[in-house]
Nanobody
Framework: QVQLVESGGGLAQPGGSLRLSCAAS????????TGWYRQAPGNQRELVAA????????NYADSVKGRFTISRDNAKKTVYLQMDSLKPEDTAVYFC????????????????WGQGTQVTVSS
């Protein structure tokens, strides 16, 4: 069992940066692949970045490539999403998710989800 709690959301100006954190509880966090999703009003939830349990494989959605960076610190049981060059279209609720199977993150079938944190990009 894994519990996930996101933090770090807020208001940023276009071109600005935010860093999201996802803190996990549970002794087996290091075996789980994790990902960051987002959902804007009226839109479907989409996976923006994912990382395997050991960090050896990372993938991004085309919409955030070159601007967002996902990383993890298994000793701290935390996953991060560094968001740079933010755009108004990045405005959404951002969710952290974890699953023992990396592929499941990409089909929206993650086993564990956080409650989400709001990110608003506006001048």
């Amino acid at each position: 069992q894994v519990q996930l709690v996101e933090s770090g959301g807020g208001l940023a100006q276009p071109g600005g940066s935010l860093r999201l954190s996802c803190a996990a509880s549970g002794s087996l966090f290091s075996i789980y692949a994790t990902g960051w999703y987002r959902q804007a009003p009226g839109n479907q939830r989409e996976l923006v970045a994912a990382i395997t349990s050991g960090g050896g494989i990372i993938n991004y959605a085309d919409s955030v490539k070159g601007r967002f960076t996902i990383s993890r610190d298994n000793a701290k049981k935390t996953v991060y999403l560094q968001m740079d060059s933010l755009k108004p279209e990045d405005t959404a609720v951002y969710f952290c998710a974890a699953d023992s199977v990396y592929r499941d993150l990409w089909i929206g079938a993650a086993d564990y989800w956080g409650q989400g944190t709001q990110v608003t990009v506006s001048s």
